[in-house]
């Protein structure tokens, strides 16, 4: 079975975010972690643009995992779309 792609729409100051790329860090999972904050102009805009497509509020965290969605930190919903 393959690794899932996962990929991690973070505030580097939000604790629910430090909470999800733990739990992701303990599970072993290999993802992408963007820092929406640290971003700046245009690539800043891109990533928003980008993440407002499967979240439309624009909240944090939010974790894509293959084709699955979780937003904000909910390990049950995170471990399940992992198959964990």
């Known amino acids: 079975m393959s690794s899932p792609s996962v990929k991690l729409y ?14 992701l860090d303990e599970l072993g999972v290999a993802y992408e972690c963007i820092y929406v904050n640290e971003l700046q102009g245009d690539a800043r805009e891109a990533v928003l643009v980008e993440m407002e497509k499967v979240n439309g509020s624009r ?6 995992i293959d084709d699955k969605v979780v937003i904000g930190f909910k390990p049950d919903e995170i471990k399940a779309a992992l198959g964990k």
């Open 59 to 64: 909240s944090f965290p939010t974790i894509i």
């Open 10 to 23: 973070a505030l580097s100051t939000c604790m629910w975010c430090r909470k999800t790329k733990a739990l």
